[in-house]
């Protein structure tokens, strides 16, 4: 079964500045596809970007972008500018072309400072 | 547009008591469906997935079950809850087929006391 590492339990970030998230991932297929989602404190989980594994270009949404590296099996997301609203939960999540269920890591919990 | 609701938002409930969560999906047909569990501090669990009415996967032994006897109607229950029952529950949909995110409900937090 696919397996979803996020090694980084707590991230802070001042507003403004840069932050990167890590994910890395196990798995014996060739295509598949790769999420980020948010947790805010309401809890409800909302999707921030995606990647399909066949597409080598990098996925950017705003102030969102992930580095995909297929070879190393890593997917960390990059939020520039970060702003407060942007403090939460994010989950690193996998998805087999195969099978039907999706996969996430344990999360980091990302805070902003003003 | 499709819309995705999941009630109740808040529960509490007596060990060895039944549950009853459910969720439907709005504006769309033939979803795949998702339950999913959150414990306190970690990631989701799949508990079960759906691809059709009737059709349910089971991820994880439990004393959980899921039934889904609508197309759009997805139903989390239990007969006798336990103490490790307690958690977050999350409700999701996907476009059939397997090329697309999952859509998430607002949640359902469960404590059994």
């Known amino acids: 079964a696919q397996t979803v590492t996020q090694s980084q339990p707590e991230m802070s970030v001042q507003e403004a500045e840069t932050v990167t998230l890590s994910c890395t991932y196990d798995?014996?297929?060739?295509?598949?596809?790769l999420f980020w989602y948010k947790q805010p404190p309401s809890r409800q989980m909302i999707l921030v970007i995606r990647?399909?594994?066949?597409?080598?270009q990098n996925a950017t949404e705003n102030r969102f972008s992930v580095n995909f590296q297929k070879a190393a099996k890593s997917f960390s997301l990059k939020i520039s500018d970060s702003q407060l609203g942007d403090a939460a939960m994010y989950f690193c999540a996998y998805r087999s072309v195969s099978n039907n269920d999706m996969r996430f890591g344990a999360g980091t919990r990302l805070t902003v400072k003003p | 547009s499709q819309t995705i609701h999941q009630w109740p938002a808040t529960l509490v409930q007596p060990v060895g008591s039944p549950l009853s969560l459910e969720c439907t999906v709005e504006?769309?047909?033939?979803?795949?469906l998702y339950w999913y569990r959150q414990a306190a501090g970690r990631g989701l669990q799949l508990l079960f997935y759906?691809?059709?009415?009737?059709?349910i996967s089971s991820e994880v032994p439990q004393n959980l079950s899921a039934s889904r006897p609508q197309d759009r109607q997805f139903i989390l229950s239990s007969k006798k809850l336990l103490l490790s029952d307690s958690g977050f529950y999350l409700c999701?949909?996907?476009?059939?087929?397997?090329?697309?995110?999952?859509?998430f409900g607002e949640g359902s937090r469960l404590t059994v006391l």
């Open positions: 759906s691809v059709g009415i009737g059709q």
């Open positions: 504006g769309t047909s033939n979803p795949n």
């Open positions: 798995t014996s297929e060739s295509d598949y596809y």
């Open positions: 990647q399909e594994a066949y597409k080598q």
């Open positions: 999701a949909w996907s476009v059939r087929g397997l090329t697309g995110e999952l859509f």
